[in-house]
T-cell receptor, first 109, second 114 residues
């Protein structure tokens, strides 16, 4: 079992829709969870982090965490073409971040 | 506020050569982590430096080594380059060990091994 699993996609959604990105992780000891966005040819940039079970909202982004199910998700409301990128999930693993392969999101006009 | 910087931006080497990549962390950060990202893959953890010591290491051979200087900047060295070492090498900094605080990435160094 991989440490972090994400559907590689692409996930295609129309402009204005909600994009739902999912991630499962294997380390039950993970306490912190980070979502990064990576545009093609660029480095990852942090968009959200969550430490507690439940939801955390920041603008159009909502991170959801369920530690019992070892599941973390990212919702993007009112998706825009500029949101088209790869989204990387990264739980901490004994003081280092382990990344999934990422989900490629395509938002079409 | 200067972010994470890396040099060089691009590098072309041949098999068997050695390469050194450099990284300066974001102002106020004291921890540097290095990742390798192959095309279509997520970043793979190489190692992490804190207080000038290697604190964590991923599943990479000893050909990969590093160093952290007193000013928190860091180098990644790769010896005996293989074609499979071609990748984007990312440096990320944090305040303290990663996990408790988020990583901030530099622009990366694109290494091509011919």
């Amino acid at each position: 079992q991989k440490e972090v699993e994400q559907n590689s996609g692409p996930l295609s959604v129309p402009e204005g829709a909600i994009a739902s990105l999912n991630c499962t992780y294997s380390d039950r000891g993970s306490q912190s969870f980070f979502w990064y966005r990576q545009y093609s040819g660029k480095s990852p940039e942090l968009i959200m982090f969550i430490y507690s079970n439940g939801d955390k909202e920041d603008g159009r982004f909502t991170a959801q965490l369920n530690k019992a199910s070892q599941y973390v998700s990212l919702l993007i409301r009112d998706s825009q073409p500029s949101d088209s990128a790869t989204y990387l999930c990264a739980p901490d693993n004994t003081d280092k971040l382990i990344f999934g392969t990422g989900t490629r999101l395509q938002v079409f006009p | 506020d200067a972010g994470v910087t890396q040099s060089p931006t691009h590098l072309i080497k041949t098999r068997g050569q050695q390469v050194t990549l450099r990284c300066s962390p974001k102002s106020g950060h004291d921890t540097v982590s290095w990742y390798q990202q192959a095309l279509g893959q997520g970043p793979q953890f190489i190692f992490q430096y804190y207080e000038e010591e290697e604190r964590q290491r991923g599943n990479f051979p000893d050909r990969f080594s590093g160093h952290q200087f007193p000013n928190y900047s860091s180098e990644l060295n790769v010896n005996a380059l293989l074609l499979g070492d071609s990748a984007l090498y990312l440096c990320a900094s944090s305040s303290g060990l990663a996990g408790a605080s988020p990583l901030f990435f530099g622009p990366g160094t694109r290494l091509t091994v011919l």
